[in-house]
């Protein structure tokens, strides 16, 4: 059964940081790239960030670049987002996501496997 589970979301001021975690079971993690997500109240899922397979290769939405870190423990089967200075704007579900081709990684629709979500508040 694949999984995909968020942790480490929730309330923080504005220019503070969190760390997210997303544990993946039920596939082999380290044949897939793996993205971020967010979706704020009544808008679209948006890409956040995305890490190749080996971890040798990251890229970042212009938003958060500078700001957030995308890491992968291939032993762990985890990957972390990293965020600092938090804006209130960036208060969203964030969702880890797993993807087989690294070409499509950008694409939310590309993806094979997608967490529950975890709700980041940040507020002003």
């Known amino acids: 059964q694949v999984q995909l589970v968020e942790s480490g979301g929730g309330l923080v001021q504005a220019g503070g940081s969190l760390r997210l975690s997303c544990a993946v079971s039920g596939f082999t993690f380290s044949n897939y790239a793996m993205g971020w997500f967010r979706q704020a109240p009544g808008k679209e899922r948006v890409f956040v960030a995305r890490i190749s397979r080996r971890g040798d290769d990251t890229y970042y939405a212009d938003s958060v670049k500078g700001r957030f870190t995308i890491s992968r423990d291939n032993a762990k089967n985890t990957v972390y987002l990293q965020m600092n200075s938090l804006k209130p704007e960036e208060t969203a579900v964030y969702y880890c996501?797993?993807?087989?081709?690294?070409?499509?990684?950008?694409?939310?629709?590309?993806?094979?496997?997608w967490g529950q979500g975890t709700q980041v508040t940040v507020s002003s």
């Open positions: 996501a797993a993807v087989r081709q690294y070409s499509k990684s950008l694409y939310a629709p590309s993806y094979d496997y």
